[in-house]
């Protein structure tokens, strides 16, 4: 395989695996994972169609009803809640989602090099949560 060939592969395979362009098309499913981490609390993560966590949890959960309830609030209304973009101690850019009380109820599992992508980030999930199916990983 030639150089230029394999750049091009290459590129090709970046931008397939890119969660904001994988959530682009309408077909793209993100699926929230609720599972259960080392404490035992129940937890969930928005994943993109090619597998990256785009969101994870603002805290863990004694009971699973309770981290489903969450899951569900997220697939209703995110207008009630207040999406904040701040640079984290590696100047990188990330989001955070507050609920009307207040609270932290999600992140963002990466940091983004640009303000831009970070941004494109949110309206991914703002236009993907919803249809979003849930499977149950415990």
Known sequence: ??????????????VVGSPLLAQAGKGGAMKFEIYRDAAKEYRWRLKAANGKVLATAGQGYKAKADCTKG??????????????VYQDKAKE???RLRAPNGQIVASASEGYKAKADCEKAIESIKKGAAGAKVEDMT
């Open 93 to 95: 850019y990330r989001w």
């Open 71 to 84: 899951v569900e609030r997220l697939q209703g209304d995110l207008s009630k809640y207040k999406f904040e």
């Open 1 to 14: 395989m030639s150089r230029r060939l394999r750049v091009v592969a290459s590129l090709a395979l970046l």
